[in-house]
């Protein structure tokens, strides 16, 4: 692995010396059945806490094995250490809570090997534990690629505690950094660097991000948005080798190309840690991992895998929740059930530099599907679809609602033309009183993936007095592992707007290209007000608008402050200022002003058409507006409108540009004549 020292002075820490939490002398009772867990990792503790939530301890004596000198930690907000957060907050739980439940805890002493036929484990201290049940929970480690230099000062692992202390204590001083491998573990990495106020680069193998998760159009987006965030990605470098020289850690790329940076971090993936199973000859899989079956169970039926380490149907999962729902499955077993491992479709949504970036069940299988899309400049989903039903999903940023495809990919529900043409409208496949809120979703669909928490279980904590989001998750543990169900349990909750809350955008400037159509027909159809012919001849209130001065002028300069402002709002994403407010509320007000600049014109003009120059402003508003008002119309119902139709927005929209922004020039050129010539 790595050496890891000071610039000026290596610096060797003994390592702590292994410790043991615990009373055996309570737990050697004869009638127990012994339960060896090896690995202290999220999945391990989830499993022993899973023995404490079932109350199964009376049935089991526990112990458990772990390289680290500290008891489990979460390991998926890792990057919280980075912010001064100690290693006690991150703990699941204590030393006291092992004590408290006579769990026998080995920290800082790894299992080095397995006697299958004497059912017994030693450990690196030298202890040896016999077992009835053998749980192998190792874990993963990182993958570290044979590069020349990759043992250097200033080269680390991301993985523990101690790495990322590592990390914090090396990278005072420091101005840039390297992350190696662009996956989930470097994007995080690379977050992580960046909060330390680094200059990160990101280098990637592969042509895109993340590349076996995301598609060449989310992979592109997700580019954008990090580059967006002062991060340097490098795509299709691979580095050959590190060197010190004078300037710091020199980074080659084949190629030829180069950086010079002050400190390197490797995330190039991981590696199931399978080398118990190897050493005693259990079956595992071609790429790594102990082979199990449905019930976890190894080729020995006195030894389980879950996990990280274990392969299930020639799949290693490296994501938390099917590790958790593996611990949950092997508890059910042990308690008598016929609890099966499914296998996972990997739902995740995760927070990669501040982004969402999420996957769903067949994201990557391309056999036989249809693929639709959507996009706008901060957002990209793509719906999997096949024999006419939903299997999968990739997504960056924002996508809509998530949570109702996810479980409409769970039950493989089936989509129809209208709800694949809304989503290509809008990012979204149905209507927002056709989404159920999750108090009226079946008790047994599933809320938090990663601790299997179904609707049913947070109403019954609900009637066991949990009324906030704190008190759920105290209860239940949902929202307390990746955290994507949050929103859900918010929302359960009462604490957040439901996703039922009405998007009334749409309607708004539906309603406003209604009233702009019906106010076009009347300019251009309607006849002209009748002038005064004399002095002498009563005028009317639409006859003194007409015609009096001061009005004619309020009404004219009112049609030229609505025109700019207009055209402003139309270069918005060139603007600053109005980059700050959200694009729907600015066409809002767009329309609506469109909307109120017809009304003024028909008190301007009476409904005159002019002559002229007169004439070729009148007709040019005419064209502006009656395009602007069918790009509102159609924006406002396109959810509804087959794809066909749909189509014709975007030339329509650009036609309206032409027309407005010759608006300002022609009224400047109206006041001139008007007032000079």
């Known amino acids: 692995m790595f050496t890891h020292r000071n610039k ?7 390592a702590p010396e292994s410790r043991v939490t615990g009373t055996p002398k309570e737990l050697d009772r004869p009638d127990q059945e012994s339960i ?3 690995g202290n990792g999220p999945v391990g503790f989830r499993f022993v806490e899973s023995l404490v939530d079932y109350q199964l301890l009376g049935n089991f004596r526990v112990s458990i094995f772990g390289e680290e000198p500290r008891p489990a930690y979460d390991r998926v907000n890792l990057t919280k250490f980075l912010d001064d957060a100690s290693p006690d907050s991150l703990q699941y739980k204590p030393r006291s809570w092992y004590e408290e439940h006579n769990i026998l805890l080995h920290t800082n002493d790894p299992v080095v090997s397995i006697d299958r036929q004497q059912k017994t484990v030693r450990s690196k201290s030298g202890r040896s534990v016999s077992y009835d049940r053998l749980v192998l929970a190792t874990g993963s480690r990182p993958f570290i690629p044979p590069i020349p230099g990759i043992d250097l000062p200033g080269v680390f692992a991301y993985r523990t505690i101690d790495d990322l202390a590592s990390i914090r204590d090396y ?16 994007l995080e990495s690379a977050h992580a660097l960046a909060k330390l106020k680094l200059n990160v680069f990101v280098v990637e193998m592969a042509s895109v991000l993340m590349p076996r998760q995301l598609d060449n159009a989310g992979a592109e987006l997700l580019k954008k948005m990090i580059e967006s965030a002062r991060i340097q990605i ?10 010190w020289i004078d300037e710091g850690l020199h980074v080659q790329f084949s190629g030829g190309e180069s950086v010079v940076v002050d400190m390197v971090v490797v995330s190039a993936g991981i590696r199931p840690r399978d080398e118990l199973a190897r050493d005693c000859e259990l079956p595992v899989g071609k790429r790594g991992g102990i082979v199990v079956d449905d019930h976890l169970q190894t080729a020995d039926p006195g030894i389980y895998a879950i996990g990280e380490c274990a392969e299930h149907k020639e799949t290693v999962y490296g994501l938390v929740a099917p590790g958790f729902q593996m611990a949950t499955t092997l508890v ?10 499914p296998g996972s479709n990997e739902a995740t949504r995760l927070k990669l530099v501040g982004i969402n970036v999420v996957f769903v069940g067949d994201y990557l299988d391309p056999s036989g599907v249809t693929i639709y899309t959507w996009a706008k400049h901060d957002c990209y989903a793509k719906l999997i679809v096949r024999s006419g039903r939903l299997v999968g999903m990739i997504g960056v940023g924002e996508v809509p609602q998530f949570e109702r495809l996810k479980q409409a990919i769970d039950q493989r529900e089936r989509l129809y033309w209208w709800n694949t043409n809304r989503f290509e409208a ?32 947070l109403t019954a904590a609900r009637e066991r007095g949990c009324m906030t989001v704190e008190a759920i998750a105290a209860d239940t543990k949902a929202t307390t592992a990746c955290g994507s169900c949050l929103p859900l349990v918010q929302q359960f909750a009462g604490q957040t ?18 009233s702009a159509m019906i106010l076009l027909v009347c300019l251009v159809f309607a006849a002209p007000i009748d002038l005064p012919t004399s002095v002498q001849t009563a005028a009317t209130l639409w006859q003194t608008l007409v015609t009096n001065v001061f009005w004619k002028q309020v009404t004219g300069y009112s049609l030229l402050a609505l025109a700019v402002i207009s055209l402003v709002i139309s270069v918005r994403k060139r603007t600053a200022f109005l980059q700050r407010f959200r694009f729907t509320s600015l066409r809002v007000i767009h329309v609506a002003l469109a909307t109120a600049a017809l009304a003024v014109l028909i008190a301007h003009t009476g409904f005159h058409r002019g002559s002229n120059l007169n004439f070729v402003l009148f007709s040019t508003f005419i064209a502006a507006s009656l395009t602007g008002s069918v ?11 087959p794809k066909q139709l749909r189509v014709f927005r975007r030339p329509l929209t650009l036609l309206h540009i032409l027309c407005l922004w010759p608006l300002p020039l022609l009224i400047g050129f109206h006041i001139v004549s008007v007032y000079w010539l």
């Open 171 to 186: 990278a005072t001083g420091c101005r840039r950094a390297v992350v190696l491998g662009g996956g989930l573990l470097g």
């Open 36 to 38: 060896v867990v090896i």
């Open 234 to 243: 490098l795509l299709q470098r691979q580095t050959e080798k590190i060197t």
């Open 8 to 14: 000026e002075l290596a610096v060797i820490q003994q």
């Open 332 to 341: 059910g077993r042990l308690r008598g059930t016929d609890a099966a491992f």
């Open 426 to 457: 809008s990012g979204k496949i149905w209507q927002k009183d056709a989404v159920n809120s999750v108090e009226s979703w079946p008790l047994a669909t599933v809320v938090c993936s990663c601790h299997g928490v179904t609707r049913g279980c």
């Open 631 to 641: 790009v509102g119309i159609v924006a406002g119902t396109e959810s509804r409108l």
């Open 497 to 514: 707007p439901s996703e039922t809350a009405q998007d009334s955008t749409a309607l708004w400037v539906g309603g406003f290209s209604v």
